[in-house]
């Protein structure tokens, strides 16, 4: 994605999506605690499966609690990228809609000096004119 070419109403919807995306995921259900939660069971599951293997031998129960771990633990994983790569783009979108910002500053200064630097010189043109008579 080229952000540079987006319009500034994209820019500024999308900015809004993602906060409101970040701020209901940072809300105290979805903070780390549940999340590191989630991943520690399906660790604990995993290796319940694992010792489960040596002590009781090869049982449906084992692989069971193996596959639901590795499920908790992708889950963990692939919402944890997803809230990287949120984060890492609405970084990305601030900074865009921060130089635009900038640049529409650069030229609405530039466009003041030139305005100051056109009275000026039709001022002078009068003097000019006047001394002339």
Request: aromatic letters at 12%.
């Amino acid at each position: 994605m080229n952000i540079k070419q987006w319009p500034d109403e994209k820019l500024a919807s999308t900015r809004d999506e993602i906060d409101a995306w970040c701020l209901a995921h940072s809300k105290a259900t979805w903070s780390g605690r549940i999340a590191l939660l989630t991943a520690w069971m399906g660790a604990f599951a995993i290796s319940t499966g694992i010792v489960f293997f040596f002590f009781d031998g090869i049982t449906a129960m084992s692989f069971v609690l193996i596959a639901l771990g590795s499920v908790a633990c992708f889950v963990w994983y692939k919402t944890e990228q997803q809230r990287k790569l949120n984060n890492n783009f609405l970084k990305e979108i601030k900074e865009e809609i921060a130089r635009r910002a900038k640049k529409t500053e650069k030229v609405k200064k530039a466009e003041k000096v030139e305005k100051v630097e056109q009275k000026e010189e039709a001022e002078s043109v009068k003097e000019a004119e006047k001394v002339e008579y």
